[in-house]
Every structure is written in C-alpha cells, then in structure tokens.
C-alpha cells in the first residue's frame, strides 16, 4: 500500500485524447516510380495502399509504447495520427515517417571515389568505378549501387538478396559477455534462411579481408552494418540457423528503435509528414466533470449499499475497495498506461464487481455462522475464506485467461483493454484475500465485537437468504422452459441484427471530416448538442491549433454524409459565430479500427473463449463448462442484439462496454457451478460419516455429499441456486448502483456504455440461473442416458 501510494503521488498517468487531447500528424503517402508512370493506376489502389500503410504504422506506435492512438485514412492519400497527452511527438514523428526499407546485399568492393551525397531517400544505380577496386575483380552487375559503409568508405553493391518481407523478428539485446555492447538479433523465416545461407556462402568464397567477403545491411538507402563473414564459414555452405546480428555504437534507444522498425516491415509507398498540431480533448471539460461526479457518487453508493448489508465487515471490505483502487490506479501508471473515459469507467466499475469477492466470502460465513452450535466471528470468517476460495480463483482465473488472450493476440484499444482487465482482477483479488481478511480477523478478535456478534453483519444468514429458507422454490422443476425463454430471447436479438442492422460506428465504417476556422473559441460540447440537435448525434468534436495561426479551429468527424447535409452542419456551426466559419478540409476518412485490428480482436475473442472452456471443462466437467461459456455467447448475442433494435451505435465504446461484459458474465456461472461441484462431490470411501472436530459446514456438507448419489440432478442444482442467489443478488446490486449514476449523471458521452453494461448485468445475471443451469442440467442427463445405454 506504501508503495502504491508513493507511485500514485510521483506518477502521473496518461490522459487519452478524449479527456485531454494530445498531438495530431498528418502524413501523405508519396506515389512510387513505379506508380506515378503507371497510367492505369487508381483512387482505388492509392486507398489499398494508404490503407496497408496505416496498419504499419499502427504496429510501429503500438511498438513504441503509445497507449490508445487514433490513426485513420484520410482522403485517398493522407493519414492521420492523434498521440494522446504529452508524449514526444518528436520521436514518434521520426519513427512514422521512415520507410524502413531493409535489404541484404552482396558487396563486390570498394570504390576510390568520395560519393558527394552518400545517403539516398531510395538507392540508385551507379557507375562502375573506374579503377580496379580492391577486391579480385567483382562480378558485373546491372544493378549495382555504390554506398558509403558505416566508416565512410564508398561500397559497390549488388542487387538486394534478401528483403525486410523475408525476416520473422528482429530484438535488441546487450552482449554482456563478449562486452560488445547493444546489437539488434534478425531472424529470418521460410526461403529467407536459405537465401541467408547463399548470401553468406557466397561471400565466403572470398579471402579474409576482401571487401567482397562483407555482407552489407542496408536501411533505407543507408548502410547500417557491413560485417565480413567469419573465417570458419566456407565457401558455398553459409551460415545456416537463419539468423544475423546487426552491431554497430547502438545505444539502447537506438538499438530499440531500430529493432521495431525492422520488426514493423517496410511501409507500402514513402510517407511524408505534412502537418503537425496540437488537438484539444474531444469531450468537453463539463462532460468530463459529470462524469467524474457520476463515477464519485455511484462508487458512494456502492460503499453504503455494502455497510448496510453487512456492517462492520462491509465497512471493512469498502477499506479494501479503497485500497485496490490506489493498487490499480498505482500498476496502471507504472506500466505507463493511458485512462480514457470508458477505461476511468470501467475501472469505477471495476470497483463494484471487486465486490463479489467480499461478498462471496461473507454470504459462506453466514451460512457457516448459521450451521455452528456455538459460533464465533472469528472462526465463522476463516471458514468463509476457506469455502469461498474455490468459488473466487475458478472465476478469476478464467477471466484472467480472457485478459492473456486479448494481450497477446489482440492489438490497439483491444490490447489495452487486455492490460486493464488483467491488472483489475489481480488486485481485486489482493484486496479481498490479503486486505480484507487481514482487517476482517483483527476487527472479529476484539473482545466488542465478540460480545456483539451482530455488529459483524454475519451473525445471522441474512433477509433474502431467509425469506429463500422458508419459500423453498424449485426453480429448476421445468429447466426446459428457462431454455425456451433463453431461446425466444435469442432469436429476437438474432431478428433485430438481421432487420435493423448494426449501427456501426466512425471508428468502424469510416466517414467525413470537415475542419473549420473559426473567430470565436467554441467548447465541443456546445458544438456537440447543437449537431444533435440538428440530426447529427453520432459526432465527434475536437478543438484543434496549428502553431502558425492564431484563429480557432474546430474539426467535425461524422458518417459518410451527402454535400446537403455537409452543408447542413456547416450552417449549424455558423450560428454557433459571430462571422460565418471557414472551412478548412472538407474529406472522407477511413475507419481507425482497421480490418486487422478487428480480425485479430475477434481471433482473441474467439481463442480466448476455446481457453475459458478447456479451464472450466477441467475443473467443472465438461458438460458445466459448456453450460458456462454457451451462457456467455447468450449474454453477447441478446446484447448487440439489444443495441440492434434500439439504433445504438457499435462503436470504440461499445467494444470496450462488451468486452467488460464478456471479462465478468462468466463469473456467475462459476459460482453456481462451484457449489453444484461441492453438493454433487462423492465422500471418501474410508470415512462414511464427518469427523466430529470438523466444522459445521463440513459436516453438513458431507451428509449432502453422502446422499448426493441419491437426490436427482435437478434438486442438486436449484440448491446450489438457492445458496448462492443472495451472493448474486448483493453483487448485482453494488454494481448496478454505480451503473445507473453513470447512465444518469454522467452524460451523453458515458450513457450508451452505462446503458450496455446495465444490459450487461442484467442478461449476465438472467442467464447464470435460467440459462447456464437449465442447459447444465439437460446435458447432464443426456450424458446419464448415453452411460445408460452402454
């Protein structure tokens, strides 16, 4: 906590461009020799190119280390990057702007002549020289080039053996050993190796010492390293093992730099970077303070919601929430992260389902409390930690898979999303486990709270948990009809995807963006409410400022629109002036979540979902996980279907609101499944009845488990439905309150993502009982008929 709190202090986090803004780029791409004499060529294949361009240049940023870039195609030729806050937009702009073209050459000597310009944009055939060069005498070539190597001397070169296309990775590492300092390892793949072997079998033909017997590694148009093959390689064979080292006075930087644009590949055409601005956040400083306020007040309620339930241990446990988000806030901006406004409320959010864990093990105390001849609070407590275990690593853990997967197989905001999940589940689990028991047992050890068991909050089994006991419903007496209304559910989601469409979203479809120059500073937000209220809701505004001019500009990105409704927006910006607006730019613009962005999200999403089924499958039995993970493809489904009839728009936070849906809806299931597990787990053949220096929940949870074999699959399941309702219940409500202060209070900007995870919640609930369980409880007794015919 010390620690936490010394980070958090000194620290500082990065603010995404939508609550702070950052630096805008804009880069054009440059038609090659190849292109511009090619009379056949196209708008069409300028934005193929542009386009391939923008995901080289997305890797590269992600490379660097950029959190939550916007990069788009604007236009047939230009795209834009936004960096968000204030990272060195310097050094990012060297790094896009490069072409990274890497080649392998032969060298077949060296020339007399001092070359006037050494260092070429694009390498260009050159003369042979005209004395005999060093070297025995060099085969002719028609490509030939002529390069100064790394100590100025002019080099002749062969055409290109090996190309960037052809090398697997490349990593920067320091040679400790040898002392050599930085050097940048590449790994060739598939032909390269070999073409890497003919290369250097070739150049093994020559003497020690020959020109000819260097390799030269050109980036660029620049020769970064020209080594000479080591003795022990002989002529033809080469060096096998498909793998180099690039060595030169690297620096660390350097050496990273130069891995990640050899790792990036080479851009499609040469980009050059146009402009360079600084843009304001894109929500206003009003819509960012509502939903602080919002965040504030639902994250309050929450805490209430939790002492009033369970007391003293809810006091306590809203200690530990305290404490897991100085933890969370603290490894977020250590791992330089960057906080969007769907990512600050996620992570408020994050807070409420960092809950179920506390709530879990105090629901387990009660029932132990309520089981005990002679119960303390102490000793009630160390039993509900023990029997809660279980329950909370198996929902943990798989989220925690889900997290893995979309970091390392995912990129862009996805990625991040990955980070954050991860890093919320991890310290959740401290706060509850570590923070929480810690402060729970010292409080229950007083000699006050041992005379007033009640002020613990788990003195008794609770008000939902005994209105349960003397109800007794059987909820699952007709598991097939919870399936029917699942499936009716389902197949209405599935028809307004089908009739209504899915609205997607800017960052998805691309679309317009128009710029304009105005005489008066006008907030986004004000801008904002006047395009809704002219048609246009699904806008996104930012103030942006050339260095060179003084006067406001304000950029407009829209759907794709006609000139009429261009010009409807332009008339409503004019009213927002004194003197009509100037436009600016006036283009279309691709969309930032590119076609590879999205291919490799859904990918994650998919492998991730195979993963989380192979985990509960092993700890769950087969049939339970699949009852699990065919829950949460429900809760997915119902939900786009949700937003499908509503008109909502599938966009960035859209995608981060499903996601966050995705990371706990499984957690219900879970729990159901875990006690199912418990009930349905078959005693010890040496020991037919408890010990008696066993715990009241041990005893009692043996003679359930002895007669577990005799009572039908579907009473085993509505118990452990009727155990664990008031966990999900108090769960629910804890999230929700923060939920709908977020849809309420926070604004336009933050009430879809509220109105997505409140949907969320509710399907994710729905089905943990009425879909996961009924479905459990089908396949199991298809699996007892096939064992039956056997």
């Not at 000479?228 to 730099?257: K, L, M, N, Y």
């Not at 851009?267 to 602080?292: D, K, N, Y």
């Not at 613990?456 to 007794?472: D, E």
Request: hydrophobic letters at 45%.
């Amino acid at each position: 906590m010390a620690l936490s709190l010394y980070v958090a202090l000194t620290v500082p986090v990065h603010l995404g461009l939508d609550l702070r803004g950052g630096t805008q780029l804009v880069l054009e791409t440059r038609p090659t020799s190849t292109s511009a004499s090619t009379s056949t060529a196209s708008s069409e294949t300028d934005k193929e190119a542009t386009d391939r361009t923008v995901e080289v240049l997305r890797g590269r940023i992600d490379a660097l280390g950029v959190a939550e870039p916007t990069i788009a195609r604007s236009g047939d030729n230009r795209i834009v990057v936004e960096l968000p806050g204030a990272q060195d937009p310097a050094k990012a702009a060297d790094m896009l702007g490069r072409t990274a073209e890497l080649t392998f050459h032969q060298v077949t000597g060296t020339a007399k002549e001092t070359l006037d310009t050494p260092h070429h944009p694009t390498p260009t055939p050159s003369s042979p020289p005209t004395s005999p060069p060093a070297s025995p005498t060099p085969p002719s070539h028609p490509h030939q080039q002529t390069l100064t190597d790394e100590s100025g001397t002019p080099l002749h070169l062969e055409a290109a053996s090996l190309t960037g296309e052809q090398v697997e990775k490349a990593t920067n590492r320091f040679d400790q050993q040898a002392g050599a300092g930085w050097h940048v390892t590449v790994d060739f793949k598939g032909p390269g190796r070999d073409a890497w072997a003919r290369l250097t079998g070739e150049a093994a033909c020559h003497p020690a010492g020959d020109p000819a017997r260097r390799v030269a590694i050109v980036l660029d148009g620049k020769i970064i390293s020209s080594p000479q093959v080591d003795p022990s390689v002989t002529c033809g064979s080469g060096i096998s093992g498909g793998s180099t080292q690039i060595t030169g006075s690297f620096s660390d930087s350097e050496a990273r730099e130069l891995a990640l644009l050899i790792s990036g590949g080479a851009l499609p055409v040469p980009v050059e970077i146009i402009e360079q601005r600084t843009v304001g956040a894109s929500l206003g400083a009003q819509a960012i303070t509502a939903s602080i306020w919002a965040a504030a007040i639902g994250t309050t309620l929450t805490g209430l919601f939790i002492i009033a339930v369970y007391r003293l241990m809810g006091a306590l446990a809203t200690v530990a929430l305290a404490a897991y988000g100085l933890i969370s806030y603290a490894t977020l901006a250590a791992l330089g992260a960057t906080l969007t406004l769907p990512g600050l409320a996620g992570f408020v959010l994050a807070i409420g389902m960092a809950v179920d864990a506390n709530v879990l093990v105090f629901e387990r105390a009660r029932e132990e409390y309520a089981a005990r001849d002679r119960p303390t609070p102490r000793s009630t407590l160390t039993a509900g930690f023990r029997n809660a275990f279980s329950a909370i690593a198996d929902s943990n853990i798989t989220t925690l898979i889900a997290a893995g997967l979309l970091f390392f197989l995912a990129s862009g905001p996805v990625r991040g999303f990955g980070v954050t999940l991860g890093i919320g589940v991890l310290a959740s689990m401290f706060s509850a486990l570590v923070i929480t028991r810690a402060l729970a047992d010292h409080a229950a050890a007083r000699p006050a709270v041992r005379r007033r068991p009640a002020l613990t909050g788990i003195a008794g089994i609770g008000t939902i948990r005994a209105r349960l006991t003397r109800a007794n419903p059987n909820l699952m007496r007709h598991p097939r009809r919870w399936l029917a209304a699942s499936a009716a559910a389902l197949l209405l989601a599935i028809t307004g995807i089908a009739t209504q469409g899915l609205n997607f979203g800017i960052e998805f479809t691309g679309g317009r963006v128009i710029e304009y120059a105005t005489d008066t500073h006008i907030a986004p937000e004000k801008a904002r409410e006047a395009l809704a209220q002219s048609g246009f809701p699904e806008t996104v505004v930012q103030t942006t400022n050339a260095p060179s001019t003084p006067t406001h500009h304000l950029a407009i990105r829209t759907h794709t629109l006609t000139n009429a409704q261009a010009e409807e927006i332009t008339t409503t910006i004019g009213t927002l002036t004194d003197e009509a607006p100037t436009k600016l730019r006036d283009e279309s613009i691709g969309p930032s979540l590119g076609k590879e962005l999205r291919q490799g999200a859904l990918i994650a999403l998919g492998v991730a979902l195979a993963a989380q089924l192979a985990y509960l499958a092993a700890r769950f039995r087969w049939l339970l996980g699949t009852a699990a993970v065919a829950a949460l493809a429900h809760d997915v489904v119902i939900l786009v279907g949700i937003f499908a009839w509503l008109g909502k728009p599938i966009d960035g936070i859209f995608l981060a609101a499903l996601l966050t849906v995705i990371g706990y809806s499984v957690n219900d299931s879970v729990v159901v499944f875990d006690r199912i597990r418990e009930l349905t787990k078959k005693p010890p053949r040496a020991t037919a009845t408890p010990r008696a220096s066993a715990t009241a929940t041990q005893r009692a949870s043996a003679t359930q488990r002895a007669t577990a074999t005799a009572t039908p699959y579907p009473q085993v399941t509505n118990k452990a439905l009727l155990q664990t309702l008031p966990r999900t219940i108090n769960t629910g409500m804890g999230a929700a309150f923060i939920l709908t202060a977020l849809a309420t209070l926070g604004g336009a900007p933050l009430t879809d993502f509220a109105l997505a995870l409140l949907i969320g919640l509710a399907v994710g609930t729905y089905s943990s009982m009425f879909t996961a369980t009924p479905l459990a409880i089908e396949l199991e007794t298809l699996s007892r008929a096939r064992r039956a015919d056997k």
